[in-house]
């Protein structure tokens, strides 16, 4: 890809098919498609966090390259893992209102990229019937998980 | 989606309508009911059974009330051939690939489970609905008799669970066991000694809000909060537990083998409303000199937790992975080893529990 596209790449999460949990920095994600759930954090949660509120790849990459080339390659490999698993995928550039968390991390010497896949619910999701008004819930519980 | 596919879609949830209607229309004079108490909720219970209205509200009515916080909830167990109405099984545009029906009653802002029926033989599951708005469950079944056995173990199970979901809440299939109001909660899959622990522990002093399923509220601590007055175990495990063999002789034992029994006639004043939660346990039956607990990985826990609750709550399982989430992460997670000892299991979840609140 090219340095212009890359700049241009914006994803987003890709609802309906994926369901996400934000709690206590770790991000949960169920692929109701695959029926796969990933668990990221430390700096793979902020990483997602920044590109589901829209900074470009190429803005997340090149501003992390300005601090250690080693993680800014990691990270765009590891974007390029949540479009192959299907929990994002390419949308139209939006705008975004705040600074990328990624690379207040990388400053602050957060380099772990923890990202992990489970497939043990993988038959259980797959043989069943989602109820689509669930996938929209908003739970009580998400607030005070927020807090 | 084709146009006509949308018009039978939108013809099916009409269907749906039509009937959640005529059953909140149905005046009780038709039928029997009960009022009471589970977690906050005012419940009211409406069968055409009189049978099913006293056994289900004899397991879920609260002895100890906790003040009603929530708008009633309504819960209508009705059998088609009492009222002269259509089966639900002669609902043709319901059946579908799997999905169909829960889109139907979601193009309703209402959750929903209709489970295909074997070809050829009669629909034993019941159709189940409940619109979110009006607080209203309908469990329609062509006749009580096609109750599957284990329904009356853990009475209205999807449509509580539905309930819960609509306020934040979850039914979730775990114990609870408490000291002075602060506990633990104990989940993990058939077998594993969910029942077993609950039991030594009320048998040791302990309070409990349930061995099967609780509902879990969003408080900070989280809470475990009591649904059911029973208690299930097969005979060799009570057999080994001082006073309940006598106790217990009369009970027939039940489709999966276990005895149902009310613990409070065994353990007077056991069961308790509320329990605030403050770690998660799963027990592992493994004959140890000594029950001994191991802190692990909430992840491992979540393992442990969501598929039980994908699987035996339908209708609400994206809820269920999203609550077994928070809930994994919220509160510590132990791994217990259990000795062969009913009260040695007993006295270390307690002494667990208040060195956990102290």
């Known amino acids: 890809m090219t340095g212009t596209a890359a700049h241009l790449r914006v994803l987003e999460v890709a609802k309906p098919d994926c369901v996400t949990e934000d709690l206590h920095g770790e991000i949960v994600v169920l692929n109701l498609v695959s029926g796969v759930y990933f668990s990221l954090r430390n700096l793979a949660a902020a990483v997602w966090r920044d590109l589901a509120a829209g900074h470009s790849v190429g803005s997340l990459i090149s501003g992390i390259s300005r601090v250690d080339e080693r993680i800014a390659v990691a990270t765009a490999e590891l974007i390029d893992k949540f479009e192959q698993t299907g929990i994002m995928r390419q949308a139209s550039p939006r705008p975004v209102e705040t600074e990328p968390e990624s690379l207040a991390s990388v400053r602050t010497g957060e380099v772990r990229l923890t990202f992990e896949s489970f497939d043990d619910m993988k038959e259980l999701v797959l043989s069943s019937p989602v109820h689509i008004s669930d996938i929209d819930d908003q739970m009580g519980w998400q607030d005070a998980a927020r807090t | 989606m084709s146009c006509s596919s949308a018009a039978s879609l939108q013809n099916a949830a009409e269907s749906v309508r039509q009937l959640v209607n005529r059953v909140a229309a149905t005046p009780d004079e038709a039928l029997s009911t009960a009022e ?18 006293e056994i289900y509200s004899s397991r879920l009515r609260s002895r100890k009330p906790l003040a009603v916080h929530s708008s009633c909830l309504t819960l209508n167990l009705f059998e088609a051939s009492a009222l002269g109405w259509a089966s639900p099984e002669s609902y043709s545009e319901w059946r579908g690939p799997p999905g169909h029906f829960e889109s139907i009653v979601g193009k309703l802002g209402f959750r929903g489970v209709f489970h295909k029926a074997i070809e050829g033989e009669p629909g034993r599951d019941p159709c189940t609905i409940f619109d979110p708005n009006r607080q209203m469950g309908v469990q329609l079944i062509e006749t009580m008799n096609n109750l599957p056995p284990w329904d009356v173990g853990a009475p209205c199970r999807i449509l509580l669970n539905m309930g819960a979901v609509s306020r934040g809440w979850c039914l979730v299939h775990a114990a609870a066991l408490s000291v002075g109001g602060d506990g633990v909660l104990i989940v993990g899959p058939g077998g594993a000694g969910k029942s077993g622990t609950t039991l030594a522990g009320v048998s040791t002093g302990l309070k409990t809000a349930g061995d099967d399923y609780v509902l879990v509220c969003p408080t900070s601590p989280p809470a475990a909060l009591r649904v059911y007055n029973i208690f299930k175990q097969d005979r060799d495990r009570l057999s080994r537990i001082s006073g309940l063999v006598g106790a217990t002789t009369r009970l027939k034992t039940n489709w999966n083998n276990k005895l149902e029994f009310d ?9 308790v409303e509320r329990v605030r939660l403050h770690a998660i346990l799963a027990p592992k039956i493994a004959y140890e000199p000594r029950t001994r607990l191991l802190k692990i990985d909430p992840q491992w826990m979540f393992q442990q937790l969501a598929p039980t609750l994908w699987t035996q709550l339908p209708g609400t399982q994206v809820s269920g992975f999203r609550f077994a989430t928070w809930l994994t992460r919220s509160l510590p997670a132990y791994s217990v080893f259990l000795s062969d000892d009913p009260a040695e299991i007993g006295d270390t979840i307690g002494r667990f529990i208040v060195e956990l609140t102290s």
């Open chain 2, 36 to 53: 009471f108490v589970v977690a906050d909720w005012k419940v009211r219970l409406r069968s055409t059974s009189p049978e099913i209205t």
């Open chain 2, 263 to 271: 613990p409070e006639d065994v353990f007077p004043e056991c069961i």
